[in-house]
């Protein structure tokens, strides 16, 4: 857009589509493990528990499959790093707390 029409162009854009949707944001979005962190906290629970339960794959193309706990409940999510893995499986426990 820029490219094709300039600056004022997207500020057009931005005023009229994104400027009243980021004006209703009071806080920046939270990751999945923070906030299955502070649903736990919240209530009273131990800490979530993440466990790598397989990683497989060559180096350059790993595949890590992750548990998270908390209090009993469970999930899993799968990805390419530790991190993502963790991420999913905090965003599918949430999902089955909501």
Same mark, same amino acid.
Request: no cysteine; charged share 25%.
């Given at each position: 857009?820029?490219?094709?029409?300039?600056?004022?162009?997207?500020?057009?854009?931005?005023?009229?589509?994104?400027?009243?949707?980021?004006?209703?944001l009071t806080s920046a979005?939270?990751?999945? +493990? $923070? /906030?299955?962190?502070?649903? #736990?906290?919240?209530?009273?629970?131990?800490?979530?528990?993440?466990?790598? *339960?397989?990683?497989?794959?060559?180096?350059?193309?790993?595949?890590?499959?992750?548990?998270?706990?908390?209090?009993? +409940? $469970? /999930?899993?999510?799968?990805? #390419?790093n530790k991190r993502l893995?963790?991420?999913?499986?905090?965003?599918? *426990?949430?999902?089955?707390?909501?």
């Amino acid at each position: 857009m820029y490219l094709d029409g300039g600056l004022d162009a997207v500020r057009t854009v931005f005023a009229q589509f994104w400027r009243p949707l980021a004006e209703t944001l009071t806080s920046a979005p939270k990751d999945a +493990k $923070t /906030a299955l962190q502070e649903w #736990a906290q919240a209530r009273a629970m131990p800490l979530p528990e993440y466990k790598v *339960l397989s990683s497989e794959g060559p180096a350059h193309a790993p595949d890590f499959i992750i548990e998270v706990a908390v209090n009993g +409940k $469970t /999930a899993q999510g799968r990805g #390419a790093n530790k991190r993502l893995a963790e991420r999913l499986a905090a965003e599918a *426990l949430l999902k089955q707390l909501a």
